[in-house]
């Protein structure tokens, strides 16, 4: 019954040629959705359920095994801390930071064009300079920041240079500027 009803309205708009279009201009998206992102999430998942020794071995079902392994595992577990710190620390902060950064420059009457231009130089002249600075202000890894900069390496987020301890507080202090 449902399926009918569907059916009916599918073609009946399909009749109309302004929804046509509306279906048509859909279609790609839709279709690069389900080819790049539907398709690679369900086998993902089916994989997890596998043991997978390299490329050309057979899978081996092993069920919940991998969950169970990962759940024992501490790498994962600090993992999973660092991204809860992180996320925690870093979307709060940065949406503050931000909320007050536009309430000062929207406040501004003379001279807003400048400072709007001074945080956006921020944004895309120091994504290439973080590594180095950070690695420079730490001092245990200079010569590593700075080859990263010369290789043009800035996709490399800068805390991964960082000790443990550093590592978050630079994190927050760059992520505003990082996205």
């Known amino acids: 019954m449902m399926v009918r009803k569907i059916r009916q309205r599918f073609m009946h708009d399909i009749r109309n040629p302004i929804l046509r279009w509306g279906y048509i201009f859909v279609l790609p998206g839709l279709i690069s959705y389900l ?21 050309n071995n057979p899978w081996v079902f092993n069920g919940f095994g991998n ?11 600090g993992s999973l801390k660092n991204t809860f710190m992180y996320v925690f620390m870093t979307i709060p902060a940065g949406t503050i930071i ?25 944004k895309y002249v120091g994504q290439k300079n973080l590594p180095a600075f950070h690695s420079g202000y730490t001092k245990s890894h200079f010569a590593m920041g700075l080859y990263l900069c010369i290789a043009g390496a800035d996709f490399l987020p800068s805390f991964y240079l960082l000790p443990d301890t550093q590592g978050p507080g630079a994190v927050l202090l760059s992520n505003p500027w990082g996205q």
């Open 35 to 55: 080819l790049f992102t539907f398709y690679p999430t369900l086998r993902a998942l089916a994989q997890s359920f596998y043991l997978i020794r390299g490329a």
């Open 67 to 77: 969950y169970l392994d990962i759940f024992k595992d501490m790498i994962f577990w």
């Open 98 to 122: 931000s909320l007050l950064l536009a309430t000062v420059l929207n406040s501004i009457v003379k001279g807003r064009g400048f400072f709007r231009a001074l945080y956006f130089m921020g």
